[in-house]
């Protein structure tokens, strides 16, 4: 079946630091992508997607690159703000009318 | 545009009872989710409908029962409350199935 796996958090950075939560799934045709944010204490936001190979999807300085060679889609940031501190999920929808899967989710947190 | 809201907020329940948490989008979407959400087990898939006037299981739909009366509503009932129930639920909703999720606030459920 379908699955997302996601690095293992807590990831703690510095301000500023460069961000990269791994991302890696395992899906039968091609699936769309998705990276979710949930700040503390709310529902989930869509952070960005991808909806085939080599697209990249971008929002708010975070970018992520559907790679279906190595079946990732690793999300990047350049420099975190402790704004960004927040849970991160990866999710996968393979477009067969099946419902989303979602990653466990990372939890970030940015220091000042 | 509200989007999806879900009630209550937040409830504390004696085992044994009955609850119904609601959830209302108005973004005219055909297909609603429900998920349940506990620390380390990410976000798992209660119930769902694709279209209004069904629904279907998900990875962990025993206790839980849902109805899709019409395309706005979509209400999760838990008949007789067990405390292993106790989680934060949230609703969602996507324009059609496989197309990006758009999340409630949730609902903190606290089984006693």
């Known amino acids: 079946g379908n699955s997302v796996t996601q690095m293992e958090g807590p990831v703690t950075l510095s301000e500023e630091a460069f961000l990269t939560i791994n991302c890696t799934y395992t899906?039968?045709?091609?699936?769309?992508l998705f990276w979710y944010v949930q700040y503390p204490g709310e529902g989930l936001q869509l952070l960005l997607k991808a909806t085939k190979a080599d697209d990249k999807g971008s929002n708010k300085g975070f970018e992520a690159t559907y790679r279906k060679e190595t079946t990732s889609f690793h999300l990047e940031k350049g420099s975190v703000q402790v704004s960004d501190s927040a849970v991160y999920f990866c999710a996968l929808s393979d477009n067969y009318g099946q419902n989303f899967v979602f990653g466990p989710g990372t939890r970030l947190s940015v220091l000042p | 545009i509200a989007g999806i809201t879900q009630a209550p907020t937040s409830q504390i329940l004696a085992a044994g009872r009955r609850m119904t948490l609601r959830c209302t989008q108005d973004?005219?979407?055909?297909?609603m989710y429900w998920y349940r959400q506990d620390l380390g087990l990410g976000l798992r898939l209660i119930h769902y409908?694709?279209?209004?006037?069904?629904?279907g299981k998900g990875e962990v739909p025993d206790g839980y029962s849902v109805s899709r009366a019409n395309t706005d509503d979509f209400p999760l009932t838990l008949a007789s409350a067990v405390p292993s129930q106790t989680s934060v639920y949230f609703c969602?909703?996507?324009?059609?199935?496989?197309?990006?999720?758009?999340f409630g606030p949730g609902t903190r459920l606290l089984v006693l």
């Open positions: 973004m005219r979407h055909n297909a």
């Open positions: 969602a909703s996507s324009d059609s199935v496989g197309e990006t999720q758009y």
């Open positions: 899906a039968t045709g091609y699936p769309s």
């Open positions: 409908s694709n279209t209004a006037g069904t629904t």
